[in-house]
Structures are given as C-alpha cells and as structure tokens.
C-alpha cells in the first residue's frame, strides 16, 4: 500500500515562504494524482493544491491561486508544494494525498474521501 510522508512545515512570519515536501513508498510520477490538503481548527479539509498524474495539469483554488505551487519533486515519489507569501489565514495542517483512480481536479474541488492515500500531515504555522 502506498505510504506518504510530508516534511517542510514550520514556522514563518507573514509574506513568508515554506517548501513542504512528500515523499511516497513508491513512485508517484505517472501513477498518481497528488492534492495538497489542509486543515485548520474548526475548519473543513481543504484541497490547496492539485497535480495531475503526468504533471500536465495542476489547479488551485482562489485562496491561495497564485501564491502556491505544486510541482514534481526531485525524484519520482516525491512531490513539493512552494508556498509563497503566506497570510494570516494560512496556518493548518497540511496533508498529502493521492489516488490512482481518475477524478476531476478542476479548480482542486475535491472531495477528501475520494483520496486513498494520506500522509500524516506536516504543520504551518504564519506568527508575526
């Protein structure tokens, strides 16, 4: 079963930047669509970031368009999420997620529960 490990989360001051990273059991690039969660207390689970499988497709909603990147990471199960000028509202835990089965990333609406695989989440936190 696919196993995935977030790292890059920490601390930073507003208009800051953070690299979070995943790292995969097993090779995504190809396989698996990747969606970068969140979640904040009392808040839903978000979808941040979307890439398509063969990278030729990445989305994201308008609270972070812009300001997030999602893109391959340096080796073929790794997945990275460059997070630029970070705000007040950005703190959370931030997850990966991937599933093989195809879905719709449009806009990174997506649903939680039709993710398969989830690390355990890596922590952001924006302090002045």
């Known amino acids: 079963q696919l196993q995935l490990v977030e790292s890059g989360g920490g601390l930073v001051q507003p208009g800051g930047s953070l690299t979070l990273s995943c790292a995969a059991s097993?090779?995504?690039?190809?396989?698996?669509?990747i969606v970068w969660f969140r979640q904040a207390p009392g808040k839903e689970r978000e979808g941040v970031s979307c890439?398509?499988?063969?990278?030729?497709?990445?989305s994201y909603p308008e609270s972070v368009n812009g300001r997030f990147i999602v893109t391959r990471g340096n080796t073929k199960n790794t997945v990275t999420l460059q997070m630029n000028k970070l705000k007040s509202e950005d703190p959370a835990v931030y997850y990966c997620?991937?599933?093989?089965?195809?879905?719709?990333?449009?806009?990174?609406?997506?649903?939680?529960?039709?993710?398969?695989?989830w690390g355990a989440g890596t922590l952001v936190t924006v302090f002045s």
């Open positions: 997620a991937a599933t093989s089965k195809r879905m719709s990333l449009l806009k990174c609406r997506v649903t939680p529960t039709d993710l398969h695989y």
């Open positions: 097993e090779v995504l690039w190809d396989y698996y669509d």
């Open positions: 890439l398509g499988r063969r990278a030729d497709y990445e």
